[in-house]
């Protein structure tokens, strides 16, 4: 047999490189070659066509609140992939993080990794390449996050809730609540606030995050309401919070509702089943929701939905997308939200105004607009944490003048005939006062902190609004919401509560329907409890969830041996016992 044929044979024990790489480098050795050949010509490199810049980027640059020089670092920072961020919600999380960071390179987790200056969470910022070099810090991340004990969350969008300082007795809404990450970092706050007042006052607890021990027996008297919109988001809002909270859930409940006619359940309802207009007239002394009604709340996240170009390190399509037209369409949506927002805010209380946005259009314009209600004041961001409170943040200040642009980008003037289409709201105030107080406003720019952009105001309510008109926008968005298919909650009276643990125990129906599930048990606590079902507006709420849900055990659990209480035992806690028990048994 000659050689040809035992190749021929036998298969090739040598690794043939792919025809598409042999090609690439035949054609990269030629170029080569041809490059520095004697005869060849001198090789000549053009410069490249600078490639226009976007709508964006013509916008940001015709506007006034970024001097000439820090553009170039604006536009870099955006292009570049946002890092990481999270809050450690527990004191043994934070113990197993230190344990982690020891087993890093001592370069990695002393520079890559910070901790952020923000006071009450633990919070941590490290770029987005890390964990992928990291198995174990990625897969801590994943689990951690997916077992509730850190939550993911931008760090600018953190600053809203921090500047609101919420106290354990405060009633809290979040206005437009998805994703949800205010809403828990709301809860926590509140929870936090709960167990360091009982720290000072000789109870248990302590500050930073507790552990879920003592979160059981520990229920704040202030909750906080979650509302979204859209229905099919409200509900993953739910199962979200409701993943990361676990027990905390009992001082929680997500609704949904349009902002602009978001109900106050403290008013009387206007349609009463069963009574006439005129009865329940005379009987309420009026069917409005007038501005002498109390009002529910003392702290409120107005987190309005805005064209989202501060996200662009998130979600680059918005270059191509973006047009100030859609901006401006916008700025009406969010002041009615907002003068909503108001309305359901107690005298004293206060209200954080933000958007993910650089548009002074609806930023500063919608805060302008409502300083001349003269119901509320714009207040410094340092107002309620103290000049402690964003120690180490860098904000620039907001803008008293700003251009109002069209499509084209040229200025579109207050006067002109197409100006008069829009607004009037959307150019700058003429009352110099209110110019001036629109720098205690924050902008949040990308390269000072690394993040995206972001814009805040602290608003404190100093008067009701003087008629319904003000309160919000028309007389129709004081009305109650049409009624969807949600559920109701029906008290158990077989349930008894121990009176230091300050919660109250319902069942609910099935959606629309009449029929009552029994299969489970919400705990509440009671400021909640009383908000939800005692009121005499509580029937205007669309409830998607509230509480804590805890499973009632069936005959099947009895025979079995699952240990069983009047008052339910939470899903996870049957889940164990059972996993044990079968364990128990196979190795009988």
Known sequence: MTTDECHAETPSLKHKRSR??????ARKRRIHQQRHHPTCAPHISYPRTPRPPSLFETYITSQSFLPPHEHHAFFTTLRRPLPLCFRIRSISTLHEWHSLLHTLPPHDATTSIQRLPLHAPHTYQL?????DLYPKLRHWITSRTRGGQISRQEYVSMIPVHLLSIQSHHRVLDLCASPGSKTIQALDALYDSHHMSGARG??????????????????????VMANELDVRRAYVLAHRTRETLK?????????THNA?????????????????????????GGINSSPSSPKPFDRIICDVPCSGDGTLRKDTKIYKTWHPSYVMTLHSLQLRIAKRGIALLHVGGYMTYSTCSFHPVENEAVVAALLLTGCVQL????????PKGLEGVRY???LSSWKVLNDECTILQRDSE?????????????????ARVLKRCIRMVPQDNDTGGFFIALLKKVKDFDDSSKNGGSRKDVMVTPQMPCHRLYECSNVESPSQEKCRYFVRSQGGSTSISKSKTFKLSRGLADYLCDQQGSSKLNLVYAGHAMTQPTDHDKKKGIPTEKKGIPTEKRKEFQLEKRLVDLSK
Request: proline residues 9%.
């Open 20 to 25: 598409s790489k042999s090609l690439v480098r």
């Open 127 to 131: 770029p987005s390449h890390l964990p």
């Open 202 to 223: 000789g109870g248990g607890g302590g500050g930073g995050g507790e552990e879920e021990e003592e979160e059981e027996t520990t229920v704040p008297l202030g909750f």
């Open 247 to 255: 027990e905390r859930m009992v001082s929680m409940a997500v609704v």
């Open 260 to 284: 602009c006619r978001f109900p106050n359940v403290l008013a009387p309802c206007r349609r009463v089943h069963g009574q006439q207009p005129q009865q329940q007239q005379q009987q309420h």
């Open 379 to 386: 207040v410094h961001g340092t107002e309620l944490v103290g």
């Open 396 to 398: 620039r200040e907001g």
């Open 418 to 434: 197409e100006g008069k289409e829009w607004p009037d709201t959307l150019w700058p105030p003429r009352e110099e006062g209110i």
